[in-house]
């Protein structure tokens, strides 16, 4: 009984491990375009002088609302696209963790 009940227990904690790989494996998608996207351009304003609130502060409102749906559209592509890569692919967008199937599909 007490040997059924070690190999559960090590049956779980390999399933658990190999739950964590597989979401540090996804995770890792997004590191390249949250370094891309987000951090770049705010080093680029920072290291220029300028702060993002004197840049709101100047943009007129009909930007900021054009410049958020804009915003917002390529968010959702890029989780649409991930999703993709992550369930019909059976991998990442990082090459260092391509996709085991070809996408063919929408």
Same mark, same amino acid.
Not at 9 to 38: G, N
Not at 71 to 78: E, Q, R, V
């Given at each position: 009984?007490q %040997?059924?009940?070690?190999?559960?227990?090590v049956?779980?904690?390999?399933?658990?491990?190999?739950q964590?790989?597989?979401l540090?494996?996804?995770?890792?998608?997004?590191?390249?375009?949250?370094?891309?996207?987000l951090?770049?351009?705010?080093?680029?304003?920072?290291?220029?002088?300028?702060?993002?609130?004197?840049?709101?502060?100047?943009?007129?409102?009909? %930007?900021?609302?054009?410049?958020?749906?804009?915003?917002?559209?390529?968010?959702?592509?890029?989780?649409?696209?991930? %999703?993709?890569?992550?369930?019909?692919?059976?991998?990442?967008?990082?090459?260092?963790?391509?996709?085991?199937?070809?996408?063919?599909?929408s």
């Amino acid at each position: 009984m007490q %040997r059924a009940r070690s190999q559960a227990e090590v049956w779980l904690r390999d399933e658990h491990r190999s739950q964590m790989k597989t979401l540090i494996r996804y995770a890792s998608s997004f590191v390249a375009p949250i370094l891309m996207c987000l951090v770049l351009p705010y080093l680029i304003i920072r290291l220029e002088g300028q702060t993002l609130a004197h840049n709101l502060q100047s943009a007129s409102v009909l %930007r900021l609302v054009t410049g958020g749906l804009v915003t917002l559209a390529g968010a959702l592509l890029f989780g649409l696209t991930v %999703r993709m890569f992550i369930l019909i692919g059976r991998g990442t967008i990082m090459p260092w963790d391509p996709t085991r199937h070809l996408i063919m599909g929408s």
